[in-house]
């Protein structure tokens, strides 16, 4: 179960010391004492504690803890910062440093700050005595009744990284976030992300003083706060007067718009933003400003989506720092190369002319799909790397929280190590550790993954969807080449249950593809549906093959399927519903279909054919849905000769997050020659009430009085303007989704 290194480790530790080291333990006894200064903090004892449990677990051997003022002629290990470990001139140690040193005859582990000396402590215990941690679950630690340690050794480190977290389930784990050097926003944020609400909430403040608020289109609206409106500044100062003596020990404070658009407009909030170029000019300032009032204090901004550029002339002050985002690079290559990239590296580099304090939000998982197959693992290196060289402080790795995603321990492990020192070498170390002789295999799956990623082009999206990469690098035939790869790696640890366990969890992200993809395959090849009688039924092996899954999801730690979505038991009911539907013998299965106006090539489903592939759309809009951005959904569909036609149905979407809209009216038509139409059935569709984003299907009927015609055309008339309570950025427009039309 462990990585040869570990093992060479533990028959080192076995053997006779080498002559020149120190014998920490001889025979499972030990004649060193762990010391700790006199007045020593709370992290130094708690770093003495851990050394104590591990040597133990370890050798055997029982560690006395004692003061420094105790210590007489005896060895030691020397814990913090006592007066025998300033014989080493290192210089002064940065915060969350330390070092690991020894001379002929002690050990010592000393910090620089923070939770330097713990860092040290776990160091030692990993790099040193051959103990790993790759998940969120006891350290694999390694016995020898003999211990030993070079002498004359100098270990030195610094982070490369002043703000390193990754997150993922593993990190939640207390031990784990100490053991790799990671942080938390929690821990070091007293408020955290996009904060204005949190600082002027608008059902506090918006009905009695909607001037706080944000004007959009003539009107104001809790979108964004207006920055230049005095009593907003007030308030805040006053937020933050209370909440930094009430956390005094908080890092860092957040003053960041909220997520979307809607930046105010006013006159003076559009003055000071054609200054500066855009809304960073607003933010910047008003961050500053607040900053200004908290000069010991540092306060951080998101630089997201509007705000990614930086001001014209405007400079953060230097108690203000700027987390950059990269959310609209695709992944499949480097930050430092891929394209997509370009308008991220041009925002990089502009922050970094103007200010050192630089963070970055970055994202290695699919927000949209968390199982789906993510293979970003050979660039997480070169990301980081790249970042470093652009003197960026700090990094949040966003991954899937804390639910499992793909890969979830193999990415928290390996970013850990690299947000630390980019130059470690660690992949082979984790998959050999983490799945002992499946290792092997599960790099070569990941290889697989990533060559046809490249070999087929595909962008890698976190916004994606496993459905529309069925011709490239998650095809039938490319899932059956990684299926072939992990039969090898649960066949490499058959018996061992637990190593067993973790090549199953790897395998969900591809059994997740398949199913997802058989909704989409419907009544063809790969589909949940076969032929019988001349309509289809449901495949007999699905429902079961469901249950399975979310079975093994369950076990596996999955708490939602995507960022806000479907738990697994809410996944098995929607298959449930599925399941339970009744083939619909429609006219117009798989006739073909022509239309005005081009469906959206980033939801591409099965183009035309989404309309009468027998299908019907769930709550996702990216699979079976026909999608159409900005333009009427005008559709022709011909019958092949003229057939008699008593009604026709499908369903429209409603799902106003994603700026998908009821059409404001749906119209029938119909013809003998695809030429002259007549319109036989319409109906205008009520518009929301007000703010509503539920997600909705809603089905339309309509009865035809037993007509004869060839040719149907169904119009769904897309909203020409969004609604004024669902704010959007400039040229947004709405969009209308259809997922089957039945003719009956």
Known sequence: MMHCLLLFMTLLTNCHSPS????????????????????????????ANKLQDYLKRLSGASFKIINETALTLQPAIFIGNTGHAEKFNTG???????????????????GGG???VLYGVYTLLETYFGCRMYADAPALVPHSTNLHIQQQLMDKQEPAFIYRETYYPPAFDNEYLEWHKLHRFEDLWGLWGHSFFKLIPPKTYF??????????????????????????????????????ADNPDALYWSIAAEDGGGFCTCDQCSKINKEEGGPSGSLIRFVNRVAAKFPSQSFTTLAYLNTAKPPLHTKPSDNVYIMLSSIDAYRQDPLSTTPSAAAFRKNLEAWGAITGNLFLWDYTTQFTNYLAPFPDYNNLQPNLQYLLSKKVKGVFSQGSGETYGDMEFFNTYVQAKLLWNPAADITTDFLDGYYGKAG????????????????????LDIYGNPVNNFKDYLSAEAIDQYSLLLDKAEKAVDGNKTLLTRVYNARLPLEYTVLQQSRFFGA????????????????????????????????????????????????????????????????AFQAPVKLANPYSEEYPAKKEKTLTDGLQGDKDFSTNWLFIYGKDLVATIDLGKVKTVKEVQMNFLQDPRHYIFNPSDIIIETSDDGVNFKSVSSQQVSALAGEDYDVKINNFHFQLPGVGTRYIRVTGKCLTDMPSWRAAGPGKKASVCCDEVFVL
């Open 524 to 587: 063809e090849k790969y589909g949940y549906l076969i032929p019988e009688n001349g309509t289809y039924i449901v495949n007999p092996r699905w429902p079961v093959r469901v249950q399975k899954f979310v079975a093994q999801c369950k076990d596996a730690g999955v708490k939602e399927l995507s960022e806000g979505g479907l738990s697994p038991d809410a996944y098995q009911q929607e298959w449930n519903v599925i399941f339970s539907r009744k083939w619909i013998n429609s006219l």
């Open 440 to 459: 092997t295999f599960m790099a070569q799956y990941m290889q697989a993954l990533t060559t046809n990623l490249h070999n087929t082009k595909a962008p």
């Open 92 to 110: 002064k140690l940065k915060n969350e440093s330390f070092f690991i040193a020894t001379d002929n005859q002690h050990l010592y582990i000393k």
């Open 20 to 47: 020149g080291d120190l014998n920490l333990v001889v025979n499972g006894t030990t004649r060193y004492v762990i010391v700790l200064p006199e007045g020593a903090s709370k992290t130094e004892i708690n770093a």
């Open 207 to 244: 009905s009695t003083h909607p001037e706080y608020y944000a004007l959009v289109n003539g009107q104001r609206q809790a979108t964004q706060l207006c920055l230049s409106n005095e009593q907003v500044f007030n308030i805040t100062v006053d937020y933050f007067r209370k909440a930094i």
């Open 114 to 116: 923070g939770k330097g």
